[in-house]
C-alpha cells in the first residue's frame, strides 16, 4: 500500500510564494505518474499539475500555469509543488495523488494524501 503525506501548506499574502512537498512509502515511487489536486469546500476536487514516472512529461491546468511547477525527486521519494503569483482563487486543500497510469481525473488515482491547506489572503 502507497502512502503519500503533504506538507508545506499555511497563510501567504496574494503575490507571494509556497512550495508544497508530498513524501511517499510503502510502494515504488519511481514507476508512478504523480499529481496534484485541491479542493475548496463543497466543491469537487480538481486537476491541478502532473508528471510522469521519470519526469520528462509535465501539464498544467489552465488556470495555474506559468505560476505552478510540479517536479519530483525519485531518491528521495518526493514530490513538490512550487506556486508562485498566488491569489485568493488558490485558496483550497492541495492533495498529491499517485498511480501507475497517466491521467488528469480525480477519479484516474488510486493512491492520495490527507491534503494541506493553502490559504491566500488579499
Known amino acids: 500500500q502507497v502512502r503519500l503525506v503533504e506538507s508545506g501548506g499555511g497563510l501567504v499574502q496574494a503575490g507571494g510564494s509556497q512550495r508544497l512537498s508530498c513524501a511517499a512509502s510503502?510502494?515504488?515511487?519511481?514507476?508512478?505518474?504523480l499529481a496534484w489536486f485541491r479542493q475548496t469546500p463543497g466543491k469537487e476536487r480538481k486537476f491541478v499539475a502532473v508528471i510522469d514516472w521519470d519526469g520528462d512529461t509535465t501539464s498544467y491546468a489552465d488556470s495555474v500555469k506559468g505560476r505552478f511547477t510540479i517536479s519530483r525527486d525519485n531518491v528521495k521519494n518526493t514530490i513538490y509543488l512550487q506556486m508562485n503569483g498566488l491569489t485568493p482563487e488558490d485558496t483550497a486543500v492541495y492533495y498529491c495523488?499517485?498511480?501507475?497510469?497517466?491521467?488528469?481525473?480525480?477519479?484516474?488515482?488510486?493512491?492520495w494524501g490527507q491534503g494541506t491547506q493553502v490559504t491566500v489572503s488579499s
Open positions: 510503502g510502494g515504488s515511487f519511481s514507476s508512478y505518474t
Open positions: 495523488a499517485a498511480d501507475s497510469n497517466f491521467g488528469y481525473f480525480s477519479e484516474d488515482y488510486q493512491y
